[in-house]
């Protein structure tokens, strides 16, 4: 089987190369992100790519394949389009081949305070939520962070430094949908303006790209409907 | 005029106007469906009723917010040259200005 893997080192390279290499053996259920490490073992020690928990929880193996945002731990080698080209996630300064700097993507997870704030005072025994309100937070929950949605997003590609992009605002949603939160107002708040979230116009490139199967552009329009309701 | 109509109200704006405009254009197909107009006279009378140049006002008004909001969604997304970027916008706010003036122009005119 034959792949196309960007090589870059921006060390020593001059421009960005796709190099060949051909896997044979691909064994029945082998993923990507098995053949990635089959080729770093048996052909090419010097390439670089992110990796940890195999079974698509940690989110550390985000690369962009065959120009699909996806997770390698969780592809199937088997459903891939040969050449299959493996390229880092887009729009994301490179730091080493497969490896890119997520510092950005990071810096808007923190900023829309991805915690529970609570003003009164805290209870004796525990936070109670009924199952109703805890049903509200079902497809907002499960992000991995991987980066997938944010970095096939055009609104992020356009403006990274200031849209949250979509991992953020599903976040932020999931703050917003919390019962338990006491900040709504001032997440909503913090919201507002052309950058932050209304830059997204519902391209949905990231529910496409979400390994997970969530919907970042609905947990968005959830947030608009929210602000709506507050402000009227 | 960027700050005036952002975020929410922006966004909000955008498509309460979307919604006047396909009503309206909807009820403009059945206008001149089910109206004869034969000529300059009969514009004439149709337009001055106050219900329809009212309705007419309202979608000009309509159709350039709607017009800035897009467009100027679309140089904030393309523009990053801040230099270019104002003088983009400043393009459009007069030009649509200008729209704005004509369209007031002939409505008072054929109303009055």
Same mark, same amino acid.
């Given at each position: 089987m034959k792949f196309r893997i960007y090589r870059y080192n921006p060390e020593t390279d001059s421009e960005a190369v796709m190099q060949?290499?051909?896997?044979?053996?691909?064994?029945p259920g082998m993923m990507l992100r098995d053949a990635l490490l089959r080729i770093k073992e048996e052909q090419d020690e010097t390439l670089s790519f992110r990796h940890s928990c195999g079974e698509g929880v940690c989110g550390s193996d985000a690369i962009n394949i065959n120009g699909h945002n996806g997770l390698g731990c969780i592809t199937p080698v088997s459903e891939l389009k040969e050449p299959v080209d493996i390229r880092p996630l887009p729009g994301r300064p490179v730091v080493r081949d497969l490896v890119v700097d997520m510092s950005q993507f990071y810096h808007h997870y923190r900023s829309v305070k991805p915690y529970l704030?609570?003003?009164?005072?805290?209870p004796e025994v525990e936070y109670l939520q009924s199952p109703e309100d805890r049903d509200k937070l079902d497809g907002l929950y499960e992000c991995?962070?991987?980066?997938?949605?944010?970095?096939?997003?055009?609104?992020?590609w356009w403006n990274p430094d200031k849209f949250r992009g979509p991992a953020a605002l599903? &976040? +932020?949603?999931?703050?917003?949908?919390?019962?338990?939160? &006491? +900040?709504?107002a001032e997440r909503l708040e913090d919201l507002e303006g052309p950058y932050r979230m209304f830059r997204c116009h519902?391209?949905?490139?990231?529910a496409d790209a979400c390994p997970k199967g969530l919907n970042p552009t609905e947990a968005i329009g959830r947030i608009k409907q929210r602000m709506l309701k507050d402000q009227s | 005029m960027n700050h005036l109509l952002s975020g929410m109200k922006a966004w909000l704006v955008q498509r309460l106007s979307a919604v006047y405009m396909t009503i309206?254009?909807?009820?403009?197909?059945?206008?001149?469906?089910?109206?004869?107009?034969?000529?300059?006279?009969?514009?004439?009378?149709?337009m001055s009723q106050p219900l329809v140049a009212a309705a007419c006002a309202?979608?000009?008004?309509?159709?350039?917010?709607?017009?800035?909001i897009g467009i100027r969604d679309v140089i904030l997304d393309y523009v990053t040259n801040l230099g270019i970027r104002l003088l983009l916008l400043s393009?459009?706010?007069?030009?649509?200005?200008?729209?704005?003036?004509?369209?007031?122009?002939?409505?008072l005119r054929v109303t009055t």
């Open positions: 060949e290499y051909i896997l044979e053996d691909i064994t704030t609570v003003y009164e005072p805290e991995i962070l991987c980066g997938c949605c944010t970095t096939a997003c055009p609104s992020f599903l &976040q +932020a949603a999931r703050f917003i949908e919390d019962s338990r939160d &006491q +900040a709504t519902t391209i949905m490139n990231c | 309206f254009t909807v009820a403009t197909v059945i206008t001149l469906a089910t109206v004869p107009i034969a000529g300059y006279q009969d514009w004439l009378v149709l309202l979608f000009v008004i309509a159709l350039l917010l709607h017009a800035w393009l459009l706010g007069a030009w649509l200005m200008l729209l704005a003036l004509w369209s007031i122009r002939i409505l």
